[in-house]
């Protein structure tokens, strides 16, 4: 079992839906991270959670400390945010262990 | 800019040669870190720096695979005798500080391909 999973794998979306990508976790963790992907590589830090909650314009990420859940919401979804979008953890004094990703395809 | 450069974005080697990827992370950040990326997969850890000290490479698949940073600002990763399951993405990450439970900041990344 995977200590990051995340789900769905691959989202297709209609321009407007709102859109919510799941991370769980198996390991003790001191901060949660969501990354945006797109392709060619570069990766953008979107967030990183502790606990509660956080929002950046459309961007909303939530997490439960005690489910070892987090979820990303992306409200009035729109084709620029199609990308992979990854969950990864932190642990004081060690490297991010990543999710393997979801891939969203947001259509016009 | 002044984020984390990588070069050369793109590298075709063929098996049995060796490479060298380089990562120029941002001014003044202690923490480096490298990843290796395959395709449709999730980065993986292969080795962190704080300055030039190499405090992790537990995750180098191989003997084969080297980092250094010897003045504690650019990054080296080599490969040396390259499979073909070498071939991914490999990205570089830095952080301002000793720890990183800190939004990281990455490169675009080197896609290496081997033949």
């Known amino acids: 079992k995977n200590e990051v999973e995340q789900s769905p794998q691959n989202l297709t979306a209609q321009e407007g839906e709102f859109i919510t990508i799941n991370c769980s976790y198996s390991?003790?963790?001191?901060?949660l991270h969501w990354l945006q992907q797109h392709p060619g590589g570069g990766i953008v830090s979107l967030f990183m959670?502790?606990?509660g909650k956080k929002k950046h314009g459309r961007l909303i990420a939530t997490i439960n400390i005690q489910e070892k859940h987090s979820s990303l919401h992306i409200t009035a979804s729109h084709p620029r945010d199609s990308a992979v979008y990854i969950c990864?953890?932190?642990?004081?004094?060690?490297?991010?262990?990543f999710g393997p990703g979801t891939r969203l395809s947001v259509l016009p | 800019g002044a984020g984390v450069s990588q070069s050369p974005r793109y590298k075709v080697a063929k098996r049995g040669q060796d490479v060298a990827l380089r990562c120029d992370p941002i001014?003044?950040?202690?923490?480096l870190f490298w990843y290796q990326q395959a395709l449709g997969q999730g980065p993986e850890f292969l080795t962190y720096?704080?300055?030039?000290?190499?405090?992790?490479k537990s995750g180098l698949p191989s003997d084969r695979f080297f980092a250094e940073r010897p003045e504690g600002s650019v990054s080296t990763l080599k490969i040396q005798r390259t499979q073909q399951e070498d071939s991914a993405v490999y990205l570089c990450?830095?952080?301002?500080?000793?720890?990183?439970?800190?939004?990281?900041?990455f490169g675009d990344g080197t896609r290496l391909s081997i033949l």
């Open positions: 990864a953890v932190s642990n004081y004094g060690q490297n991010f262990v």
């Open positions: 001014s003044g950040h202690v923490s």
């Open positions: 720096f704080q300055n030039e000290a190499q405090l992790d």
């Open positions: 990450a830095s952080t301002p500080g000793r720890v990183s439970n800190q939004p990281q900041h």
């Open positions: 390991v003790g963790i001191s901060a």
């Open positions: 959670l502790s606990s």
